[in-house]
């Protein structure tokens, strides 16, 4: 991802209401742009109305609709997407490994912490 000093929005990615509230909760403190997805169509609906955002994708591997692995294939379909895209999964450490194979940036396992998911983000 480049354009340095600009900062990515940051796609939430999960069907537990409770958690994507507790994330944009965390990252509007940092001033950081919000979007959200209660499953992968949503998020791939937004995806595909602003191609070229910069976004880092904090992407739920279970969830109805399309799950995680949808999500990331379909951005492998799509280049063009990808390539302006980040994307940490989020799961229970099980799924996670269940998972090693798909195309990803970085891991957060469930439960985590605000200073991990800091961390994973500004890295």
Do not use: C, Y
Not at 17 to 38: C, H, N, Q, W, Y
Not at 63 to 81: A, K, S
Not at 83 to 99: E, P
Not at 104 to 115: R, T
């Amino acid at each position: 991802m480049s354009n340095a000093g600009t900062r990515p929005t940051i796609l939430i990615v999960d069907d537990e209401a409770t958690l994507r509230d507790m994330i944009s909760s965390v990252l509007k403190l940092e001033g950081l742009p919000l979007e959200f997805a209660a499953n992968g169509q949503e998020a791939i609906d937004i995806l595909q109305s602003s191609p070229q955002v910069q976004r880092i994708i904090l992407l739920d591997l279970v969830m109805p609709v399309v799950d995680g692995t949808g999500v990331v294939r379909w951005l492998i379909e799509h280049p063009d997407v990808k390539a302006h895209t980040k994307i940490i999964l989020m799961s229970a450490t099980h799924n996670l490994r269940a998972a090693a194979d798909i195309i990803h940036d970085d891991e957060l396992p469930k439960p985590f912490g605000v200073d991990l998911m800091l961390q994973k983000i500004a890295s």
